[in-house]
């Protein structure tokens, strides 16, 4: 398998609904797409970039372009909905897509969120169940879903860094490429990827990976030439198993909460934000303090009476 791998759109269609049931996906990027693994029916576990995750049925992950990541099973008996997005399509909506990190998944995400996590809960199915159908004007249906997931994404799960810590970020990940895929020694890479200097470099993966880079070469490389262990599935049978991952939801909650229309409502409400009483950002260069300001202010909005603390860094 192509570590690599491009995903071929059509020409009308700026999205990619595919299906799979997997034991060993392998180590692998898409440089040209992101990808959101949505998971209809078993339990997977995922690696993507620096986190790793296990997802069951319900939970979903967004997979920004470029970044490294695999699926794996114990026994294969899963169905995955795997949805690529064309960024240069979307570029044409957010000039700066290609540049934007989506920080997504549903898994221990805060309340707050709940209702953003639904909405494209809800889009996914009918994206699914629109290409299954294939009715008239199905394309620019899809087109029109994954326009609105975007917009979701874009508002309310774009990760926010400081100028500096967002530069030292992107050089990380860039090396994470050349460790995988090329037999460079670490003060290439390190040099290749702009750090100044050696330690530093391993200063910042360490931050974002929890290993140095020797470590997670040795850890991952051989990951990448692991064989393929997955079938592709019919969408009606990933439709159908989406379906009953729904109405379990529904049974479930129900039968904790009690049959009622009101017990149903308040097992299915988003629960109110019962997080940290304090937040702080701390800036390292002059430079961000605006930046930190702004990220302040939004934070406040977002956690109502919530105090966030805006200070600069005393380490030299």
Request: with cysteine; aromatic share 10%; net charge negative.
């Amino acid at each position: 398998m192509n570590p690599e791998t491009l995903i071929r759109f059509e020409e009308d269609l700026p999205v990619r609904i595919s299906a799979y049931s997997v034991k060993n996906w392998p180590l692998h990027s898409h440089p040209n797409s992101m990808q959101i693994i949505y998971v209809a029916r078993g339990t997977v576990d995922v690696k993507v970039s620096f986190e790793h995750f296990c997802l069951m049925a319900g939970d979903f992950i967004v997979v920004n372009h470029d970044d490294f990541h695999y699926i794996k099973s114990e026994d294969g008996d899963n169905v995955i909905i795997s949805i690529n997005f064309d960024i240069s399509y979307y570029q044409k909506l957010i000039s700066h897509s290609r540049y934007i990190v989506f920080a997504c998944h549903s898994v221990n995400v805060p309340d707050f969120r709940f209702n953003e996590l639904a909405a494209i809960r809800r889009l996914i199915a009918e994206m699914a169940d629109l290409q299954m159908q294939g009715p008239d004007g199905w394309k620019a249906g899809i087109s029109e879903k994954a326009e609105e997931i975007i917009g979701i994404l874009n508002d309310h799960f774009t990760m926010m860094m400081s100028t500096q810590d967002s530069l030292n970020a992107t050089r990380c990940f860039k090396s994470e490429r050349l460790l995988l895929l090329t037999r460079k020694s670490i003060q290439e890479i390190s040099a290749e990827c702009g750090f100044s200097d050696t330690k530093y470099y391993y200063k910042h993966f360490k931050l974002w990976f929890r290993c140095t880079p020797k470590q997670y070469r040795e850890l991952y490389q051989p990951e990448i030439h692991k064989a393929e262990d997955m079938r592709a599935l019919q969408l009606s049978e990933a439709v159908a198993a989406l379906a009953g991952a729904e109405d379990k939801t529904v049974s479930d909650g129900a039968s904790e909460q009690g049959t009622s229309e009101e017990s149903v409502a308040v097992a299915t409400a988003p629960m109110p934000f019962a997080g940290p009483a304090e937040l702080n950002i701390i800036f390292h260069d002059p430079q961000d303090r605006e930046a930190a300001s702004k990220l302040s202010k939004r934070l406040q909005t977002l956690y109502p009476g919530v105090r966030v603390g805006v200070y600069e860094s005393t380490k030299k």
